[in-house]
């Protein structure tokens, strides 16, 4: 692991590092912030998955996430959304909801997609075995959230993986990929047309498949434009009720997609997943 | 004046307006958030300038500002720094510290910058006239402040008109520009070789030649790279010690000139404005 930058923030340390992941075959690059804690001390870990088109940048820059993780005492960790760099296949149009920045948090089987697009390996395994070595992380108290691609991230990855995280979160995920334009387009593209592939990758139907989280709380702001086609949070709401899943959904009046929306609730969610992560 | 964009966030909207202005003859791009507030109320507004190579923005997307004025109900106005566009003149090598994103708050009197390079109008009469006609604030009860560049323009402005505005703070401003080499470049480029211009915009020099402030608030990094040899934050303790100006001038070890240290201290800045906002 290399450290490209590290800025004092917030009475922490916001660093940026870059690493040679086995899961993609590429260097990665991620953002961890530290709070100041006593020597010898672990701290709780939050994940925070990125949206379409980001990088680690987006959150670490403009997710307000610092003070909030400072005064809980948590670890903030902001992964890639893809591979990248040189032979890493790209939408065949450049389009910005699929390839580059757009890895959806799946291990790709299909061609040009599978040697590279392997997120979901690089999120569950790769990346946390080094975040386990090289920080003072307590990997007992772990948290996940993220936002739209990265919030069916969260939401997918804490559903497979039942006991690994204490809290989950999301700000307006994709919750059913199964049954939107967004999702059609990722899933199909890296799994090919068989759906049977598709439903470890779609938050709704790993509920109704039987798969629960302790509780989770989402917001999702009513004036965001991609709420009717590709968000439908409502049918993350049909199925926890269908399934007896607790779930705080939140609309919230007049919000959009955007880092004005994420950053006005990170410290609602961080201190969220505080609550859960301390017990 | 024109509408560019509007997002709500942290119960409040943040916009970013274009308008032909008169001083600078160019069209400009500023941020304004408004708080949520009650029909017919006027708020309180902190001026925010920033400061090299910088638009509105990057304090409008990193500055971690919305919260704390959404809290204490100001307006917080960021204007652009410098005239850009057609015609306008920049840097002959394409420097970063002065032409483009480096207007520091002058009236330039040389060629080619005459015409356009009139940010000191800009800043004290064209755009707070546009913000009284169309944003619901409380021009008796104005703040100021920015970073670096802009630091250097919230103290010149507020020492140049008394009384204008009721709080003064400033981050890793540079207090002397008389004294470093950029403002040797900005004023020499701006305003000829004659020195007797450059004093009143010089922070120091205008303490020293009997300006005064009821009060100012200064937050400067202790590993900012560029405090030895331009920000020289030391020349402003010694000229308010010299002249009896109240002043708080903070020095914070580990913070460098970037804006996760602005972040980390903008609440507190806002904080210490709105005491002086609402006596």
């Not at 959009?256 to 017990?279: E, G, V």
């Amino acid at each position: 692991m290399e450290q490209v930058s590290a800025n004092r923030s917030h009475g922490g340390t916001q660093g940026v590092y870059k690493h040679s992941s086995s899961a993609t075959g590429t260097e990665m690059t991620f953002s961890v912030f530290v709070p100041d804690h006593a020597p010898g001390t672990k701290l709780p870990v939050l994940w925070y998955l990125s949206g379409l088109t980001c990088t680690h940048a987006n959150v670490t820059e403009k997710g307000e996430l610092r003070a909030a993780c400072a005064q809980h005492g948590i670890i903030f960790v902001a992964p890639d959304t893809s591979p990248r760099g040189e032979g890493v296949a790209d939408d065949p149009d450049g389009a910005y909801d699929f390839g580059l920045g757009a890895g959806f948090y799946v291990n790709a089987t299909q061609e040009p997609f599978a040697r590279h697009y392997r997120m979901r390996d690089y999120i569950e395994q790769d990346l946390p075995a080094l975040i386990a070595e090289e920080f003072p992380v307590d990997m007992d108290r772990q948290g996940i959230t993220g936002h739209s691609m990265g919030g069916h991230g969260a939401l997918t990855i804490a559903l497979r993986n039942p006991g690994r995280f204490k809290s989950t979160s999301a700000f307006s995920p994709i919750v059913a990929p199964m049954q939107c334009p967004w999702g059609h387009k990722a899933l199909g593209g890296y799994l090919g047309p068989d759906r049977n592939a598709w439903a470890e990758y779609d938050a709704c139907a790993l509920i109704d498949n039987g798969a629960r989280l302790p509780d989770l709380l989402v917001d999702q702001g009513e004036a965001d434009n991609f709420l009717g086609e590709q968000l439908k949070t409502h049918l993350l709401q049909e199925a926890c009720t269908r399934a007896g899943q607790p779930a705080t959904i939140r609309m919230q009046p007049g919000y959009d997609h955007s880092y004005y929306f994420i950053s006005t609730f990170m410290a609602d969610h961080i201190a969220w997943h505080a609550t859960r992560l301390k017990q």
